[in-house]
C-alpha cells in the first residue's frame, strides 16, 4: 500500500512563503494525479491544488490561485506546493492525497484512494 508523508508546513507571518514536500513510498506516483487539500478548524475540507501524472496540467482553487504553485518530481517520487504571499486565511492543515488517474478530471477528495498525515500551516497577521 501507497504512504504519503507530508513536510514543511510551520508558522510564518502574513506575506511569507512556504514549500511543502509530499514523500511516497509503496509505489511510484508517475501514474497518478496528485492533489493538496486542506482543513482549516471547524471547517470543511477544501480543495488547493492538483497536478496530473505527467505535470503539464495543474489546478488550483480560487483563493491561491496567482498564490500557490503545485508540482512534482516523479523520480524522486515527490509532489510540492510552494506557497507565496500566505495570508492567515491560509491556516490550516494541509493533505497529500492520490488517486488512480492519469488525468485530473473534476477534483474530488472522495476519489483520491491515499492520504498523508497533514502538516500544519499557520499564517500570523
Known amino acids: 500500500q501507497m504512504q504519503l508523508v507530508e513536510s514543511g508546513g510551520g508558522l510564518v507571518q502574513a506575506g511569507a512563503s512556504l514549500r511543502l514536500s509530499c514523500a511516497a513510498s509503496?509505489?511510484?506516483?508517475?501514474?497518478?494525479?496528485m492533489g493538496w487539500f486542506r482543513q482549516a478548524p471547524g471547517k470543511e475540507y477544501e480543495n488547493v491544488a492538483a497536478?496530473?501524472?505527467?505535470?503539464?496540467?495543474?489546478y488550483y482553487e480560487a483563493p491561491v490561485k496567482g498564490r500557490f504553485t503545485i508540482s512534482r518530481d516523479n523520480a524522486k517520487n515527490t509532489v510540492y506546493l510552494q506557497m507565496n504571499s500566505l495570508k492567515p486565511e491560509d491556516t490550516a492543515v494541509y493533505y497529500c492525497?492520490?488517486?488512480?488517474?492519469?488525468?485530473?478530471?473534476?477534483?474530488?477528495?472522495?476519489?483520491?484512494?491515499?492520504w498523508g498525515q497533514g502538516t500544519q500551516v499557520t499564517v500570523s497577521s
Open positions: 492525497a492520490a488517486k488512480e488517474d492519469h488525468e485530473l478530471g473534476v477534483i474530488d477528495l472522495r476519489d483520491f484512494n491515499s
Open positions: 509503496g509505489r511510484p506516483i508517475g501514474v497518478l494525479t
Open positions: 497536478i496530473n501524472w505527467n505535470g503539464d496540467m495543474t
